[in-house]
């Protein structure tokens, strides 16, 4: 009985650490624009998914861009290939793969952002060609489990480079990340911290990265394959959102998922374009995603459908494979 008490005193303390860091954090936090800001897109269609709300779910190698704790409770290798197509000729890519060992489990990731070709023009709007811009980061991770049963820790170091045309910016940034898993209620809690660096600096101007803090419950069914999640994003820079998702497995090969993520629209500022209309239907609806996943043996696909609002719909797909 004390037992019980004392995980049930754990799990509501654990429930209310979101809310209490959303409204200290929020208060540090301070209206502006950031450099480096395809950090802040999804990695992964399982997450996307799930409408992003993925920090305290952390069970795959895609973990390593949500919590890098999350990979320290994997059980064998894993390697994720990801692509997502967003608007026009706009596309990126993501890779990870996780290696655990007796000392804890190293991981490695790569982000890869593209946005196509770029009109260039004269002071008087002459056309003087094209040129393009993408943005590139590089992560090493490292993450054990901790002396207290079901929690782990993780930590990454970045490499982060951006070009546009024949001019570019490097920095380097790290994450940090806490998950504690509580089994007698199916329940984990997550945490981290992530993008946290110096200013990037591009020519004559630096911008502040876009620092995160990231908190939230996951809960899996121990009679039924579901899967519930909540989390909350708090940038340094930006207003805060706000995630819910859900994952139900029919059998063991095949699963549908879908999420909310409010505060969605501001993502398009990573593109550079601006916002939807505020009362506009379409924009409205624009936080909702859904995806769907197959799984064969040791492989498995996840694909996602994510809509931009006014912007158009992006479509991600992964594929990952899992080795003992």
Known sequence: MTILLSRISVLLTLSFIPFFLSSQ??????????????????????????????VGVADDVNALFWNPAGIALLSGKEISISHHAYIQEINSQNFAYSLPTRIGTFGTGAQYLNVGDIERRSMTGDYRGNFNSSDMALTLG???????????????????????????????????????????????FGLSFLNMGPEIRFQETSS???????????????????????????????????????????????????????????????????????????SRLSGLMAGASIRFYNAQMDYAFVPLGDLGNSHRITLGFTFK
């Open 25 to 54: 954090f929020s208060q540090a936090s301070h209206s502006g624009t950031t450099g480096a800001q395809f950090l802040q897109l999804g990695a992964g269609a399982r997450a996307s998914g799930m409408g992003e709300s993925f």
């Open 142 to 188: 490292f993450a054990r489990r901790l002396p207290w049963s079901g929690s782990a820790g993780g930590i990454n170091v970045k490499y982060i480079r951006q070009q546009i045309d024949s001019f570019d910016a490097q920095d380097f940034a790290f994450d940090v990340g806490l998950i504690h898993k509580i089994q007698i209620s199916g329940l984990k």
């Open 208 to 282: 502040p990265l876009p620092s995160t803090l990231k908190t939230g419950l996951s809960w899996t069914g121990k009679s039924v394959p579901i899967l519930l999640s909540g989390s909350v994003s708090i940038p340094q820079v930006s207003e805060i959102s706000y995630q819910f998702g859900f994952e139900y497995w029919m059998a063991s090969s095949f699963a549908v998922r879908s999420g909310y993520k409010t505060n969605s629209n501001n993502d398009s500022s990573v593109f550079k374009i601006s916002q939807p209309t505020a009362d506009s239907t379409i």
